[in-house]
DNA sequence: CTGTTAGCGCCTTCAG
DNA sequence: CTGAAGGCGCTAACAG
């Protein structure tokens, strides 16, 4: 590994001249950094990022904790995450949080100046003393599907959501619609959790009836979704009709139904949420929420209070939209 | 930010004795130790990344580089990755590769030691120069889904994965069997290429005819295979089962085919590969292949290079598995 | 056992 | 416009 003072001793200048054309300085003469960039291509020698971070004072890198990255849609705001990231040059250390007892630790020593120049937090639901010690934080925070007092924040009206998934189906006539799986993991509230307000709204709206069977609860594992199908399905009156909490338990429920004879639509509506790509080409009728646009948006916004004002606050509200598709229609039997 | 020597004055030693402590050195006292450590806990101080990094001359942090991370398999073996490094402290570096063009140059910069301790490749297929270019990096190299030359790997066999599925449907009884969808989108064999090649073999071995159409080319996007699937199911002779090149696939196989009133099994097999999560509650067959433990064990390779011979090369085959589900049955009208 | 000091490689004044 | 020098925070080698 050369250093700056090999180039700049073969180029026969000064490392501060090197240093100048490293960083564009407009303080060095056209043949100056000419040669001096020749040299650096000649000698293929790349500035030590450790060095010029501690030099600066800042990584340069930017870093995305990630509740339960184990879901598409994770991965899908990862995805703008990166792009965008990478475009201005920026590479970006993922840290996934499991457990919420270390989380707060874990947050801490990642989100500092020797660590990274930003932080992007994915799908977090931090209790309040965690956010306030993310409010004022060394480095810019921005907050990805999760609305935080205090700090810049990309998210969706959940609430809303559920309920126009609710209304969708309350307008092609059912009357008993399910809601599946609602899960509190955390101190703060879900976007499920809203989700399903949202559901329990529009029903109370519609004057509709809402059995406590009716709502499933539990940890977001596809063999719980399974288990709530079949028992929604053994009831003595079962739903006609399910709002799923995400499409990937809108997959699981149409399938599970289907399998034991249940058509979709014909006997049972499944509305998702989320609209991941591949509910398209499943037919599943969905809420659609900007996945990658909320990671691409987060992370522009992220470099935006970099350059600017760090401890500035920006709130963005994402839009969402209701898409029909071919598995929710009228319940049997309705003209 | 406090510092090492704001530390050290406060607690009346010198700046060596807290590094001492902070690197668990038997060659401090306990008394003294003690009272460091309690006033470091008081001051809430953290060693400087950045600055031990350049000290010690290497990052703290792994670099995982992906290719087309937007497949739900990518996630898995990410996922991997990302538990065991955070098992060992190490915080990991993503970045996405999606044109092959700057693929090089990108990766040269990044798995350089004021970067990274280790860089893990995941599906990345890499022409010759780039894989001469990585042996004997500077920091050690795993390869995740694909075997390089030179570098330590961890791969399974493709082409008998490809095999096996086929013989699964020819043992079933069916005779017409397409495979969807194969693309080369790089110098190397890409996996996908290798099943297909198992697919042939298969074919030929059983002395069943594979027509041109049978077998069908296009980047893994899933209007592709929607779109060939139809092609397929609109042939004079369309075919009875489906390999399909990944899991991703099948799901929209199945799924174009239902909506056309193609029913799954009865009138089409359709076998997938990975055995993702969702495989499981869709019913859909495939060859299993241990997505989340590669990811893991390729980390868990690269820990172990770090910390004893990064130049020493370790190849790892992982097992694969035909699963048997709901997706495939013998062909319509077969004993 | 412990304090002191010399780098690690780069950026950034400060003179010239 | 350019060279020299100090400092970023930490580790490691060297005296004590």
């Given at each position: 590994m050369s250093t700056i003072s090999d180039v700049a001793e073969r180029a026969g200048v000064g490392v501060g001249t090197v240093s100048r054309v490293l960083n564009e300085s407009?303080?060095?003469?056209d043949r100056t950094r000419a040669r001096v960039l020749a040299i650096i291509d000649e000698m293929n020698y790349r500035p030590s990022f450790l060095a010029r971070g501690l030099s600066t004072g800042t990584a340069g890198v930017l870093a995305a904790v990630v509740q339960r990255m184990t879901t598409p849609s994770a991965l899908q705001r990862l995805r703008g995450i990166l792009d965008v990231a990478s475009e201005s040059g920026f590479d970006v250390i993922l840290h996934n949080v499991s457990s919420v007892d270390d989380y707060r630790d874990q947050v801490r020593d990642l989100l500092r100046p020797d660590r990274c120049a930003g932080g992007l937090l994915v799908s977090i639901q931090p209790d309040d003393d965690a956010v306030s010690m993310l409010t004022g934080n060394a480095v810019p925070v921005v907050s990805i599907d999760g609305q935080l007092p205090g700090i810049s924040s990309i998210y969706i009206d959940d609430e809303r959501g559920g309920r126009m998934a609710t209304e969708h189906l309350i307008e092609l006539g059912h009357e008993r619609i399910a809601f599946v799986l609602d899960w509190e993991d955390s101190i703060g509230f879900s976007p499920t959790a809203k989700r399903r307000t949202g559901y329990r709204k529009a029903m109370a709206d519609a004057g509709l009836e809402v059995p406590d069977d009716y709502v499933k609860v539990g940890p977001h594992q596809h063999p719980v979704t399974l288990a709530a199908t079949n028992e929604l399905l053994d009831l003595?009156?079962?739903?006609?009709?399910v709002v799923a909490a995400a499409d990937s338990h809108a997959m699981v429920i149409a399938q599970a139904a289907q399998a034991r004879g249940?058509?979709?639509?014909?006997d049972l509506s499944v509305i998702g949420f989320?609209?991941?790509?591949i509910a398209e080409h499943l037919g599943l009728s969905t809420i659609r929420q900007p996945l990658y646009e909320s990671g691409a948006r987060g992370a522009r916004i992220l470099l935006d209070l970099m350059q600017t004002d760090p401890r500035s606050v920006i709130y963005d509200e994402l839009p969402i939209e209701m898409v029909s598709r071919s598995s929710s229609a009228p319940p049997r039997g309705s003209r």
């Open positions: 407009p303080l060095v003469s003595d009156e079962p739903p006609t009709a249940v058509r979709v639509p014909e989320d609209d991941l790509e």
